[in-house]
């Protein structure tokens, strides 16, 4: 469990630094693009400011600059799956414009959410109830030992849920055996329980990992129709690039907010399961020593 943990985190800083380096990149792109936009004079607009309506003209004493700064702003009306959400009172919200702007990426990152929060909440139902009070149950099954024997001592682990009772049950059905079925009973059954409280975690380290290289394809993605959008235009402005800038930004963001919730959920369930482990061990270890005194 350590190492996955220590794996784990190794991915998460490789893909930190991978966002970190584009996100650098994408500074040195648009800061020439605004300086020029800045500094360069629009040769139209020079031209057309100093052209002034005649009298038989339309402009009445307007200038041709005037008209061009009177033209409403082009709106790219998105279509398919995602303009029917940039049409509907989601998207309409904040969160909603972010998510029509972040692009086709989105989707995914959505996805990865809800995969990523439905096991964290899977986890954390399953986790809680398997919680229990070690001391007093080893306690109880002790004294149950003690004053009425094995078999009254395993009907009381099994009216306890969760991973220590079942491996006490176990070691107790073998406790006629002698102390190396005793702690083969135990080994087994402490596997499959530890398979059973890790179920579902694997899904939750891959959206730590997956969520934030979609958020970098996404980044990509932004930073390619921003280049694309310098190269189709023979005037280069901050306009040209700010769509496919704005896009990479938000799924970089996005995939992060997915990532660290999850990255959270992992960590904690993580060391849930290392507890439950050391309390398995300190419960096993107990009951075959208690086992052995009464049969010596």
């Avoid at 003209?57 to 998105?78: H, Y």
């Avoid at 995969?115 to 986890?123: A, M």
């Avoid at 149950?137 to 099994?158: K, S």
Wanted: hydrophobic share 45%.
């Amino acid at each position: 469990m350590a190492r996955q943990a220590r794996a784990h985190q190794g991915t998460m800083k490789k893909a930190g630094l991978w966002l970190t380096a584009l996100g650098l990149l994408a500074m040195l792109v648009v800061t020439p693009v605004l300086a020029q936009d800045e500094a360069a004079p629009n040769p139209a607009a020079e031209k057309f400011k100093k052209i002034s309506a005649s009298s038989d003209s339309l402009g009445f004493g307007s200038t041709a600059a005037d008209s061009l700064s009177e033209i409403p702003p082009v709106i790219v009306k998105v279509e398919g799956l995602m303009g029917y959400v940039d049409r509907s009172p989601i998207g309409q919200t904040g969160a909603g414009g972010l998510f029509v702007k972040g692009g086709t990426f989105m989707w995914w990152l959505l996805s990865v959410a809800l995969v990523g929060f439905v096991f964290i909440i899977e986890r954390a139902w399953t986790l809680s109830r398997a919680r229990v009070n070690t001391r007093r149950l080893i306690g109880t099954i002790i004294t149950t030992l003690r004053n009425d024997g094995v078999q009254a001592a395993a009907e009381e682990c099994q009216k306890v849920r969760g991973p220590i009772a079942a491996i006490l049950y176990s070691g107790l059905q073998k406790s006629d055996k002698g102390r190396d079925a005793v702690e083969k009973a135990i080994g087994t059954a402490g596997t499959i329980e530890m398979s059973f409280l890790e179920r579902g975690l694997i899904w939750i380290s891959s959206v730590t990992t997956i969520a934030p290289l979609i958020g970098f394809l996404g980044t990509v993605s932004g930073m390619i129709n921003a280049f694309e959008a310098i190269a189709a235009s023979e005037q280069v402005n901050a306009k040209l690039v700010a769509s496919g800038i704005s896009e990479a930004l938000i799924t970089t963001a996005t995939g992060l907010i997915v990532a660290i919730p999850a990255t959270i959920g992992y960590n904690y369930f993580v060391s849930t399961i290392d507890r439950f482990v050391i309390e398995m061990e300190e419960t096993s270890s107990e009951l075959i020593e208690e086992l052995e005194r009464l049969n010596g």
